[in-house]
């Protein structure tokens, strides 16, 4: 799962990260600095997360001295345990104050589920280890073993971590006191200890561990030792690595490049393959999942569902739709699907379906749900709406995937009350066109001024006569309730019809009137609709 975190897994955060730390092997975790970078850590399948003092305090426009407050670090917390299932290591620097504002901030962490807190062994306002690190003083003993029991105290999750770090060899100081310090620590309750070192090798480190008792599981920082292998640290007996601000070091290269470029060239022309689309931020935003809740949550979008059968690949059509179904060519730079979707959008319709056939890989628009028709070849336009059968029920607009057509057309057909209606160019542009069409003959012509008069379908067939046809049916239909279920026992006759793959929708309506004269309204409309075919025939190339 990506994106929007939606259910809870069973283990607790704290769970997490002590399973990470008891692990028989050595386990380790990145920085993030806000909740986008930790979904892209969780994504890594790294299994943990370390909040850092160092880059959170960057990120916020502040240094690492203590100067991001404890409420400003909680609500990024609080946004970074809402968007992963990872748990998050914080880095709580000296505890933000006394043992009374470390109790404050252990009780708040576990109200947000953050997995633990590690303490250093430092003065506030402290500075960063690597900074004027000789110059800087440790916090006496006792009153750090108080502050962690008070910290120990006061958690309300039993797996909380309470980690503690000593800045001993930071300051200069050698490993019998680093290693005095974490017994201490232990003693007064530490659930792990992390020793820091500045080195350039693991040596120190390694030093350290050959002393440790082994009271708690012990975790080191390689910022400066990063060479180190995973086996080194799992043979001197490291339980979690911290990779401590890399996320934070990989993003501030990529965005100096990304401005010094724009900065000096005043275009973005040449990085468009250099940086994600807009599309992948959609995807980390989990864009998909808010259509998905919209169709459990919200009632007052539309009750109209939209099938669209988008399977064949086109007459005629082979230069085009080599790489990509019918349904996907660009109309004026936007697949002509898209553009149905969105119109289908504007109206509050948002259940779609799309029947695929051909290069189904090549045809998967956002928010929409499949059907196949793999036999598309053969069955046609009834083996596809045939296929779409589960979506057929309450009420629907069908239309072919490969039709264009102004909004307003749409919004006649979800007007009509009528349980069936069709939608009939009454412009008559087929006559001396030479193309096919389904053409059709209605109950009186196309009228020329205003009418009440309501038109029904008497027949509808592509050989009807010049003299005969009053217009076109453009592709869509829409159907309610009672009128869906008409259409679907027309549809199963006629496919029970010897050599029913000859057959296509011609044949349902056929049936539907047959049965019921006035069965299928008609609304008429003049052009603005098109098919592909038809529009591929006007201006052939890439984009039509
Ligand atoms: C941090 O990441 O903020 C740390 C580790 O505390 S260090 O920057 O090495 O001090
Ligand atoms: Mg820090």
Redesign the pocket.
């Given at each position: 799962m990506t994106g929007t975190k939606t259910q809870k897994s069973s283990l607790s955060n704290p769970r997490k990260l002590r399973n990470l730390l008891e692990s028989p092997k050595v386990e380790h975790i990145l920085?993030a600095h806000n909740a986008l970078s930790a979904s892209l850590v969780e994504e890594a399948g790294i299994p943990g997360l370390?909040a850092?003092?160092?880059?959170l305090s960057c990120a916020a426009g502040l240094r690492?001295n203590s100067e991001l407050t404890m409420s400003e670090v909680l609500d990024t917390l609080e946004s970074i345990t809402a968007k992963v299932q990872i748990p998050i290591l914080f880095?709580g620097d000296t505890g933000y104050g006394q043992f009374s504002h470390f109790q404050q901030l252990v009780r708040k962490l576990c109200l947000r589920e953050v997995g633990g807190v590690c303490i250093e062994d430092k003065v506030f306002p402290k500075t960063?280890?690597?900074l004027r690190s000789e110059g800087q003083s440790l916090a006496p003993v006792d009153e750090f073993c108080g502050k962690l029991r008070a910290g120990k105290d006061a958690q309300s999750d039993p797996d909380f971590i309470v980690a503690a770090r000593t800045e001993a060899l930071i300051t200069g100081l050698d490993v019998s006191e680093a290693i005095d310090r974490t017994e201490r620590y232990a003693e007064a309750g530490a659930d792990a200890v992390l020793i820091?070192s500045k080195a350039r090798t693991f040596a120190q480190v390694q030093e350290f561990l050959s002393k440790w008792s082994g009271a708690v599981p012990v975790i080191c920082?390689p910022?400066t030792y990063y060479a180190t292998p995973m086996d080194a640290f799992q043979q001197a007996g490291v339980s979690l690595v911290i990779w401590?601000?890399h996320m934070l070091r990989a993003s501030i290269g990529a965005m100096q490049d990304l401005a010094n470029h724009i900065g000096r060239s005043g275009t973005a022309r040449d990085l468009e393959d250099k940086i994600v689309p807009v599309k992948e931020i959609f995807r980390l935003q989990d864009a998909d999942g808010l259509l998905e809740g919209e169709k459990v949550y919200l009632n007052q979008g539309s009750s109209t569902s939209a099938v669209v059968l988008a399977a064949s690949r086109g007459r005629g059509l082979d230069e085009l739709t080599r790489d990509k179904p019918k349904a996907m060519i660009p109309i004026s730079g936007t697949p002509a699907i898209e553009k149905m979707l969105q119109s289908f959008r504007a109206e509050g319709i948002k259940d779609i379906s799309i029947v695929r056939g051909y290069m189904p890989e090549a045809l998967a628009p956002a928010g929409a749900s499949f059907f196949e028709n793999p036999g598309w070849e053969q069955t046609g336009e009834l083996g596809s709406l045939s296929a779409a059968r589960s979506a057929l029920k309450g009420d629907v607009v069908i239309a072919y995937g490969d039709t264009i057509f102004k909004r307003y057309i749409l919004q006649l057909l979800l007007s009509s009350d009528a349980p069936i209606t069709i939608a009939v160019d009454g412009s008559c542009s087929f006559l001396d066109s030479g193309r096919s069409a389904d053409r059709v003959k209605i109950s009186g012509p196309s009228p020329t001024r205003y009418t009440e008069e309501e038109f029904v379908l008497e027949q509808m067939t592509e050989n009807l006569s010049d003299a005969e046809a009053d217009g076109e049916w453009i592709g869509m239909l829409r159907t309610k309730g009672e009128g869906t279920e008409r259409l679907v026992e027309a549809l199963d006759e006629v496919l029970a019809l010897p050599e029913s793959e000859k057959l296509d929708m011609c044949a349902v309506f056929e049936r539907l009137v047959a049965r019921d004269p006035q069965a299928v309204r008609v609304i008429y409309v003049q052009g603005d609709w098109i098919d592909i075919n038809s529009l591929a025939d006007v201006a052939r190339g890439g984009d039509v």
């Open positions: 920085e370390w850092s003092s160092l880059t690492d880095d960063n280890s690597f820091h920082v910022t401590a601000n």
